[in-house]
């Protein structure tokens, strides 16, 4: 995913109200950015630190520009170092689509129709990938961002608890015993974490569904890459440790 032109940076003052930012540009002024992100964003805020956000050119939106990365503090091996994290969930799904494109998941490959968003399930929801091919079963694929690191590589999911996240993995069970195939995919955007494993501290209840899940044959995989100004690419799976 190329970012046209490059992001800019500018430095966190604060997120506040969920989906608003305020930052402060290289000339001192300050601007309110969109920030695109449901979830608590657990150690993804820090002030002061450096963001960098894109602008859609839009005059009549009233936040035009949107924040997408931002650089954060991880420890590994004992040392502090930093990194770069992706807050905009917005973007998974169309890297993740990218990443199956490019073979990335080597058990995705040979699939030769992507749908996004198609209603299925008894809950009433929405799959984030569809996956078809002559002479396959259809994949599911639902997608998570993963964004909380705990240091030494380790990153979790969720950051808060997820009642949705849990009934799209009872959804993704279903899918199996119909005969379909179900993948789980996280989509680490956090050039810090190479292990993802269920956040059991913050919502239990979804570390319990997915080791459920993954016995009754969902699929899980997770995927890291590069994270710029220029561009966010996954270009390599990580492991997943339940």
Known sequence: MQFDPPLSEARLIRRYKRFMADVVLPDGSEITLHCPNTGSMKHCQPE???VWYSDSGNPKRKYPCTWELVEVPFTQKGETGYAVAGINTGRANALV???????????LNGYGSIRQEVKYGDENSRIDLLLSGEGQPDCYVEVKNVTLAMGDGLGLFPD???SRGTKHLREL?????SGARAMLVFCVQHSGIQ?????DDIDPLYGQVLREAIDAGVE????????SAEKIALDHCLD???
């Open 48 to 50: 002061g630190a450096r």
């Open 240 to 242: 997943v440790r339940v």
């Open 97 to 107: 689509r990218e990443a199956i494109e490019q073979g990335v998941i080597p058990s």
């Open 195 to 199: 292990i993802v494993a269920p956040a």
């Open 160 to 162: 808060a608890v997820t």
């Open 220 to 227: 899980v995989v997770a995927c890291g890459g590069t994270l």
């Open 173 to 177: 069970m279903r899918v199996v015993e």
